[in-house]
């Protein structure tokens, strides 16, 4: 009989276990069409091996930025949030997978009753045990928690690359602000110097007030801009002392330095390997494959469950004697439940979860474009600013030299103060304007970097369930 008993269990476990099967994720061939075969963004960047961008900060000119960087990972409000989020769906992994598993619960019990003059005590100990066999449901239940653990890790995946873009890009701008201070600050003292000419010469009667009036407006706009600069100095400066989570005074903007810039050896790998390594791409895959293993959650509601469960123990009414003969006391129990009329709503929360599907797989062919745009237009602004840089370089030089040229000859009465004018403003707008090739150079590689999944390593988690 018993034997019977088992062999009935078993067939019928297999056959509710077995009723619904979890749909595995796969790259479709409308994803496929959505990835180019090489990316065009950048002659000058070589697609073959990709570089480790895990911490990639640390390469920088700037021994800073790869401090400032570092010290958000750890400290950052928005970093420290995700790894909470993370935590909780790995204990919420841990709650799913019990269910999984019968439950043991351990009971003690002491009671004292009177009736009539009489007293007596009671003692009871012992095991319950229950068991839950559904269609697959807790399976699935399980499956949709662990894709929800690997959509935890890319967010915060995420969220470390977004921050490291933020610092390092806030750095590089504090950096600009510094140089286009001392831009402003070197033409303010030129233009002095071109106004103590103008007004030597007026004073020798050699050459109208407008002059002197034309140096000194020069002057004094070019002097406008450098508390502006200042600010934008502090600014940034600012903001870089929260996102690292510390103070203003923990970030020193007085000491000036070149604006950073990354090593130009940057390798590119292949856009369908490049994409799944962003943050964004694999928590879009994740919740594809949490939503097809809640499908099958809802699907398994539509078949049968069955619940198995027991309890053994002993009771009596004195503790001592509990275990001896007559104290032993069991019972077994098991319950078949069958969905016979719902109105429909199972059926309709099956729906429900197909669509949710359907919406994560678009969501994660929407995060494949985002991806693609986001690199090819890094590559665009890196070799665009790259390519005006040369230019600017050349402009700077020629610039200096006319400016200087034409001081020189208005001190010796050769030429009109509207050339010192011009020369001097010229001067000024191409040495912002290489300032600012050099800044947009550098976050370009920043964007870039993001882009490619920088600052994030693709946890083994993910590589396991690469089909």
Not at 206 to 216: C, E, H, N
Request: with cysteine; net charge neutral; hydrophobic share 40%.
């Amino acid at each position: 009989m018993r034997k019977s008993t088992g062999l009935v269990l078993s067939l019928l476990f297999g056959a509710l276990s077995g009723c619904v099967s979890i749909p595995q994720f796969q790259i479709t061939e409308q994803d496929k069409k959505v990835i180019p075969s090489q990316w065009s963004g950048s002659p000058a960047l070589e697609t073959s091996k990709a570089a480790d961008l895990s911490e990639w900060w640390s390469t920088w000119s700037d021994p800073e930025i790869a401090r400032l960087v570092a010290a958000s990972q750890a400290a950052n409000t928005d970093v420290r949030s995700s790894q909470e989020n993370l935590r909780y769906a790995q204990a919420s992994m841990t709650v799913a997978n019990a269910g999984l598993f019968p439950t043991l619960d351990g009971n003690y019990r002491a009671s004292r009753s009177h009736s009539l003059g009489h007293g007596s005590n009671t003692f009871s100990i012992g095991l319950n045990v229950s068991w839950t066999i559904d269609a697959g449901g807790r399976f699935a239940s399980s499956e949709a928690a662990f894709s929800d653990y690997l959509s935890s890790q890319a967010s915060l995946g995420e969220v470390q690359t977004r921050i490291a873009a933020e610092v390092a890009g806030a750095y590089v701008n504090m950096r600009l602000a510094q140089k286009r201070l001392d831009v402003a600050q070197e033409n303010a003292k030129t233009q002095q110097e071109a106004l103590d000419i103008a007004n030597w010469r007026y004073l020798s009667g050699l050459v109208p007030s407008t002059d002197v009036d034309q140096a000194r407006t020069s002057f004094e706009q070019t002097r406008a801009s450098i508390p502006v600069y200042r600010a934008q100095v502090m600014q940034y400066r600012n903001l870089i002392a929260r996102l690292i989570g510390t103070t203003p005074e923990a970030v020193n903007p007085t000491s000036t330095a070149p604006i950073p810039q990354p090593p130009r050896n940057l390798a590119l790998s292949i856009p369908g390997e490049t994409l799944r390594n962003r943050p964004a791409v694999r928590m879009a895959e994740a919740k594809v494959m949490s939503a097809l293993a809640r499908y099958a959650q809802a699907k398994s509601a539509l078949f049968p469950s069955l619940s198995i469960g027991g309890s053994f123990g002993l009771s009596g009414p004195i503790m001592g004697q509990l275990g001896e003969w007559g104290t032993h006391n069991s019972n077994g129990f098991g319950s078949l439940t069958l969905p016979i009329f719902n109105a429909g709503s199972l059926m309709a929360q099956v729906e429900q979860r197909d669509a949710q599907a359907a919406q994560a797989k678009i969501d994660y062919e929407a995060s494949l474009l985002a991806g693609v745009q986001d690199v090819e237009d890094a590559l665009n602004k890196v070799w665009s600013q790259e390519t005006g840089k040369k230019s600017l370089v050349v402009a700077e030089e020629s610039a200096r030299n006319a400016a200087t040229a034409a001081r020189q000859n208005y001190s010796a009465g050769l030429q009109d103060f509207t050339v010192v004018l011009t020369t001097q403003r010229t001067l000024l707008t191409v040495q912002e304007s290489l300032a600012s090739a050099e800044a947009e150079i550098a976050q370009g590689y920043i964007d870039l970097y993001t882009a490619l999944g920088g600052g994030w390593t693709v946890p083994q988690e993910f590589k396991n369930n690469d089909r």
